[in-house]
T-cell receptor, first 115, second 113 residues
Framework: DSGVTQTPKHLITATGQRVTLRCSPR?????VYWYQQSLDQGLQFLIQ???????AKGNILERFSAQQFPDLHSELNLSSLELGDSALYFC??????????????FGPGTRLTVL | AQTVTQSQPEMSVQEAETVTLSCTYD???????LFWYKQPPSRQMILVIR??????QNATENRFSVNFQKAAKSFSLKISDSQLGDTAMYFC??????????FGKGTKLSVKP
């Protein structure tokens, strides 16, 4: 158990809908990262938050947004969903903002299926 | 562009044997960590081992060890005494310029009884 929690485990929804994925980092970790794992794209970095502020953006679509709350949990919002958004969404947390010398621990993921 | 290359899409090994998974990476960072993650059928991403690039000594965690060649930007994972529970996808990861991890495409390891 990494100490990172994600809810829900599974989510099935229809095209055009909006969903929210939730992540709670390990106790004491200030950084939260979101990744998308799809069959054809592998693991792709979406966005990072550190202590409530957005710090880095990767291949995140404009239809997607995220935030980190004062209690450090984070939410990833996906809207106007398309079939291609079906994927496993991971949250990872790390202790610091140190970009290259810190360890990211992953949550169990949320499997999103868009029908 | 920063890349991580795992050249072996699939590998198999007999139980109790040793197997080595290859990885090469490219990063512009000076002080960095490298990682191997395991993704079993449950799809959870589990940290297997990490290597601090400024340390010359190769990291070891029980049956898992790495062969880190900094100049060659090579970071292979050796699994000794393979067990059925080692069956999984293994991903090599190095730091990206945005603080994220860049992952290779993975090696699917099957441990056969």
């Amino acid at each position: 158990d990494s100490g990172v929690t994600q809810t829900p485990k599974h989510l099935i929804t229809a095209t055009g809908q909006r969903v929210t994925l939730r992540c709670s980092p390990r106790s004491g970790d200030l950084s939260v990262y979101w990744y998308q794992q799809s069959l054809d794209q592998g693991l792709q970095f979406l966005i990072q938050y550190y202590n409530g502020e957005e710090r880095a953006k990767g291949n995140i679509l404009e239809r997607f947004s995220a935030q980190q709350f004062p209690d450090l949990h984070s939410e990833l919002n996906l809207s106007s969903l398309e079939l291609g958004d079906s994927a496993l969404y991971f949250c990872a947390s790390s202790a610091s903002l140190d970009r290259a010398s810190d360890t990211q621990y992953f949550g169990p993921g949320t499997r999103l299926t868009v029908l | 562009a920063q890349t991580v290359t795992q050249s072996q899409p699939e590998m198999s090994v007999q139980e109790a044997e040793t197997v080595t998974l290859s990885c090469t990476y490219d990063t512009s960072e000076n002080n960095y960590y490298l990682f191997w993650y395991k993704q079993p059928p449950s799809r959870q991403m589990i940290l297997v081992i990490r290597q601090e690039a400024y340390k010359q000594q190769n990291a070891t965690e029980n049956r898992f060890s790495v062969n880190f060649q900094k100049a060659a930007k090579s970071f292979s994972l050796k699994i000794s005494d393979s067990q059925l529970g080692d069956t999984a996808m293994y991903f090599c990861a190095s730091p990206g310029s945005q603080g994220n991890l860049i992952f290779g495409k993975g090696t699917k390891l099957s441990v056969k009884p």
